[in-house]
């Protein structure tokens, strides 16, 4: 394929590696990425995991070739596709907005791409994806005569029938109510493992990436916090942001002072609080460790000395939140502020009320350490990019890029 | 699949807002007048003096008549300028169309980024208007002089022979029209353009649609409302326009259009009927071809 033709025909037989090296976007007057690498393997559901403004949203548009990174190649299949056009690449998008085109009807946005491509029997692979997304019947009308939730299912449509590489999904379910979006999660999926793409997935949503995505990386500030399977991620989370995005965690600061083969013990305001090795990032200084709240356990009274327990306590009972399956406990205890429980409601006894004091344990295996530490507030690791010749120079690429496209 | 429980739950028709009340009537009313007094009337008088005769004894009084062979006699007369005008009026609009599409899309989408141009260009389009439409044409009557600048340039590059005029050529006339009339064209592109959702732009490109077809297939036709709404406040004053084909202007004999002979009928002739066959002859093919036009690019909702 010579640089400025559309892919024409055929489509990809299976999806495609994607890999980014050493991708930086610099905006006028702030960065939204700095030295990303990235692979993500063909045929897997990858999601991307940040709070808006991590720059997610810019590593979709990269690799969709809707803006250029200022530094660093982008390769799809093992080919450097940084140099080419969105119209050339072997990508599709699902846009947040939908962007569905209001002139044309259902079915015509949906064989856009393909019709793009020549490729010959557009209409009826159309219908067969409109079929996929159950829409096929409303193929004649325009988008404005659809809900957001049908709007949404015809987006997917269009980018799917083209059976690209790579498919992008830009927060694709965030407009759709609670059950939609449920529903909407099983059948990406359900595509996902029939057709057999690669699926890129960014998103805000914890639970969606978790629930539906092989591997997901948490980004924060332009660059991924930490990437594994959902579990692994969970479990053993590697830095304070990823411990606190992804779910809730209690975390708690101290200098290491035993150091043993199997395990460390750190002290946190006098609380002696044992992590195994293998599950702390750093082993020595001052570190922060940490457990999830549903690996806590209310004691009445002070339990029995346990090895293979930390505790801590006494604390007090500040707030109680009943919702059905379990209970979540705020236990303020003194020097380490409020500590979150979940307790399973298996039993009315087990129900403590505010104001109780209580002592709180967990078993060592479940203690985590972290890489950082959690009371620094990380400082922003840009420098603002306030150079006038630096604004200057983008907004006339800004311009000569509209330019091309008029 | 459990999609089908949302589907054919789209169609949430907005219901139509009738509501008949006695304000709505009396708020109607001074327009109503307005149009009765300033268009109704006229228009009837108009017809009337269509129709008349001229009276046996004296010169430049009419009786009235129905004396419908003014028509046949003015078409018969005239049908030269009348092909004229819509010559150059077209021409005018298909040119006004060819520069202001690109500088509405320019203003609208080029500088949006940046209101400050944005607000400038706009100012600039319509800069214009703060002179007098005649002095204008005058000025480019001055300019296109045979001693002017335009000419001298022209002739010192051997294009054109020195002595030859530029005004009261066809071309100086077209010239005028489409100068005069760029701004009705552009504004109404501006305004669609403005709107215009660049995330459309973006999809085309995802969706393998080079910028140009893209352009052609999704920019281009969501901004027809505006191209034809902008062709129509062209071409219809274009097409009556007397100022730009006036001798006194850009014109000459040889480039009259239909506007100068309604204008010479009634002002210099006094042949009040012919002048108002001729004007209601001109509204009738106006009213025609624009609403071919409407028909055929699909807006109807336009009219």
């Not at chain 1, 460790?289 to 356990?297: L, M, Q």
């Not at chain 2, 002595?163 to 029209?177: D, E, W, Y």
Request: with cysteine; glycine share 8%; proline share 5%.
């Amino acid at each position: 394929m010579t640089n400025n033709e559309v892919p024409q025909g055929g489509f990809a037989e299976a999806g495609a590696d994607l890999e980014l090296v050493g991708i930086s976007k610099r905006f006028p007057g702030f960065t939204a990425i700095e030295e990303l690498d990235l692979t993500i393997p063909a045929g897997s559901f990858f999601a991307l995991l940040g709070p808006s403004g991590c720059g997610k949203t810019t590593t979709l548009r990269l690799i969709a070739g809707l803006e250029e990174p200022t530094t660093g190649r982008i390769l799809i299949g093992g080919r450097d596709v940084t140099a080419t056009k969105a119209y050339q690449r072997p990508v599709n998008t699902v846009f947040q907005s939908y962007a569905l085109f209001p002139n044309m009807t259902i079915m015509e946005n949906v064989a856009f791409g393909l019709k793009r491509r020549g490729i010959k029997n557009a209409d009826s692979l159309a219908h067969e994806a409109l079929q996929l997304v159950e829409l096929d019947h409303l193929a004649a009308r325009k988008p404005k005569q659809l809900s957001g939730g049908q709007q949404q299912r015809v987006a997917l449509a269009r980018a799917v029938v083209n059976r690209p590489a790579l498919l992008l999904l830009d927060e694709p379910l965030g407009a759709l109510d609670l059950k939609l979006r449920r529903q909407m999660q099983v059948e990406l999926k359900d595509i996902q493992s029939e057709v057999g793409l690669t699926f890129l997935h960014v998103t805000h949503d914890q639970e969606e990436a978790m629930t539906m995505a092989d591997t997901v990386a948490v980004m924060n500030k332009g660059r991924i916090e930490q990437m594994g399977a959902p579990q692994d991620l969970y479990e053993l989370p590697k830095t304070a942001f990823v411990a606190k995005f992804l779910g809730q965690s209690n975390l708690f600061t101290g200098d290491v002072v035993t150091t043993a083969k199997s395990s460390i013990v750190v002290d946190a305001h006098g609380t002696r609080i044992e992590v195994p090795t293998d599950r702390a990032q750093l082993h020595n200084g001052r570190i922060t460790v940490g457990v999830r709240p549903e690996k806590v356990t209310l004691h009445d009274s002070a339990p029995k000395a346990d090895s293979s327990r930390n505790v801590i306590g006494p604390g007090r009972i500040t707030d109680v939140s009943f919702s059905g399956v379990s209970t979540q406990y705020e236990v303020t205890v003194p020097h380490h502020g409020a500590i979150s429980v979940f307790a399973q409601n298996t039993s009315i006894s087990t129900l403590h009320r505010d104001g109780d004091q209580v002592w709180l344990s967990w078993s060592v295996g479940h203690t985590f350490g972290l890489a950082d530490e959690a009371e620094a507030e990380p400082v922003s690791r840009f420098h603002a990019d306030l150079d006038t010749s630096m604004i200057a120079v983008q907004s006339r690429k800004d311009l000569e890029a509209e330019l091309e496209e008029a | 699949m459990a999609f089908t429980a949302f589907s054919g739950t789209a169609q949430a028709a907005e219901p139509a807002v009738r509501k008949r009340s006695p304000i709505a009537l009396l708020l109607l009313l001074p327009g109503m007048f307005y149009l009765i007094l300033f268009f109704v009337t006229p228009f009837f008088s108009l017809i009337i003096t269509s129709l008349q005769e001229p009276d046996p004894l004296l010169f430049g009084e009419f009786n009235n008549a129905f004396n419908w062979q003014n028509y046949v006699i003015v078409i018969e007369t005239y049908w030269e300028q009348g092909l004229r005008s819509i010559g150059f009026a077209a021409l005018a609009t298909l040119f006004a169309l060819l520069i202001g599409y690109p500088l509405a899309y320019f203003i609208a989408i080029t500088l949006r980024p940046f209101p400050l141009l944005q607000a400038l260009g706009l100012v600039l389009v319509i800069a214009p208007f703060f002179i007098s439409f005649l002095l204008r044409t005058l000025a480019w009557k001055q300019i296109f002089a045979t001693e002017g600048p335009v000419a001298g340039i022209l002739s010192s590059v051997g294009i054109l022979e020195p002595g030859t005029a530029i005004t009261g050529t066809a071309f100086s006339v077209v010239f005028g029209l489409t100068y005069n009339f760029i701004p009705f064209m552009v504004l109404p592109i501006y305004s669609i353009l403005a709107t215009f959702d660049l995330r459309l732009i973006e999809a085309g490109n995802d969706l393998y649609g080079s910028p140009a077809t893209t352009f052609r297939t999704v920019t281009l036709p969501l901004s027809a409302v505006g191209v034809i709404s902008g062709t129509l406040l062209t071409f219809i004053p274009a097409v009556g326009d007397y100022i730009n084909a006036s001798r006194d202007f850009l014109g000459s004999a040889d480039t009259t259009m239909i506007g100068n002979v309604i204008e010479a009928n009634f002002l210099v002739l006094s042949n009040f009927p012919a002048a108002a066959a001729l004007s209601l002859l001109l509204m009738a093919l106006i009213l025609v071809l624009v609403g071919f036009y409407v028909k055929r690019s699909g807006t109807e909702d336009l009219l």
